[in-house]
Structures are given as structure tokens and as C-alpha cells.
């Protein structure tokens, strides 16, 4: 590929040589350094030191940006964490929101959210099985639902203001929730057929 942008450099004129390196934005990298090298055989090796200079300087500032989002704690999302409370109860909403607490060095709360979201669901879920009132169980199954909103307008405000944080990949917990879940089912399953039969 070096080789082929070496070529096409080769065929340019000066002027569309410099334009190479005064747009480099719209450039591959790699076009700028055959267009830079050119340039440099054709004896211009003190007019194309300033653009040389400016890209490494950008190359620099983009690698330092890098780091420092590298650096930052990788957190579930908000918006994450409502989905998968909302299929997977806010059990699960409160796992990935202490993971979120821990993460930040905030062990008090990080216990908090998973004590707050396992009474929540279970006393939902407990309220549900008494009640024949479908209004009522319509109430229950929507604040079960809402879980993760509860969540996080209960915790939000304990995380810091100024935070920033890249988003943590939802494929982990995504398999977790789908094992737990499927073999909550298969054993209710195996459990009814046994007393059924």
C-alpha cells in the first residue's frame, strides 16, 4: 500500500504535494507521509518542516486525548441500566449500578443500590403474588418495570458531578441475565411438570 501511494506521489505536482500537507485532515496517514517524503527528494526539505511540525504536534495531542480516555473508569450506562432492569428486574439494575459505585471507589453505596434493588423487586414481586386485583397487580408490574428509573433517581445524585467515564460493554452481564433466567425457567418448568404429573 506504501508502495502504491509512493507511485501516485511520484505523478503529482508540487503545489498538489503541498496541498497534501496543508489538508492532511482529508488525507490518510499514509498518503501524508508519501506526499511529505516526495517532497523532501524534490528538495523542499525546510518548507515542509512546519507541516511536519504540526502533525506531529496533533499526533501527539491525539495520542495524550487517547490516554486520558483509556484512564477513564468504564461505567454501565444509564440508559443500560434501565433496559436491563426493565427485563431483568431491578435485581440486575442494581448489580450493574454498585459495579458503577465500586468502580468509583464508593463501596458505602455500592452496597446500598444492591440492598435498595433486591427489597424493591422482591417486595414487588411478593405484593404481586397476593393480590387478585388486576388494577393493582397493574400498578406492581409497572413499578417493577420502572425499576431502573427508581434506581437511578434514588443513586444519580452519589455519583460526582464532574464525572466522566467510558461505557462498559453490556455483552458480560447480557450472558449472565440470559443463563440466570433461563435456568429460573427450566426449573420452574421441571418443578410444574413434576408436581403435575
Known amino acids: 500500500m506504501e508502495n502504491e501511494f509512493t507511485e501516485k506521489m ?18 490518510q496517514e499514509i498518503a ?18 512546519p507541516a511536519l511540525k504540526e502533525y506531529e504536534e496533533k499526533k501527539q495531542k491525539e495520542r495524550l486525548e487517547f490516554e486520558r480516555r483509556e484512564s477513564l473508569p468504564e461505567l454501565y450506562s444509564q440508559k443500560s441500566i434501565v433496559i436491563f432492569s426493565a427485563f431483568f428486574t431491578a435485581i440486575l439494575g442494581a448489580i450493574m449500578m454498585a459495579y458503577n459505585f465500586r468502580k468509583l471507589e464508593n463501596k458505602e453505596k455500592s452496597k446500598s443500590v444492591l440492598i435498595f434493588g ?15 386485583v388486576n388494577m393493582v397487580k397493574l400498578i406492581l408490574q409497572t413499578g417493577a418495570l420502572i425499576g431502573g428509573f427508581v434506581l437511578i433517581m434514588r443513586f444519580e445524585k452519589f455519583y460526582p458531578t464532574d464525572l466522566e467515564h467510558r461505557n462498559k460493554p453490556v455483552w458480560k452481564i447480557l450472558i449472565f441475565a440470559l443463563i440466570i433466567s ?9 418443578i410444574y411438570i413434576k408436581m403435575n404429573s
Open 10 to 27: 511520484l505523478n503529482l505536482s508540487d503545489k498538489e504535494l503541498f496541498d497534501i500537507l496543508n489538508n492532511k485532515e482529508r488525507y
Open 118 to 132: 433486591f427489597v424493591y423487586s422482591l417486595s414487588l414481586m411478593f405484593l404481586i403474588s397476593l393480590t387478585d
Open 182 to 190: 433461563l435456568s429460573l425457567i427450566s426449573i420452574s418448568t421441571y
Open 32 to 49: 501524508f507521509n508519501a506526499a511529505f517524503n516526495e517532497l523532501k527528494k524534490r528538495g523542499f526539505a525546510e518548507e515542509i518542516k
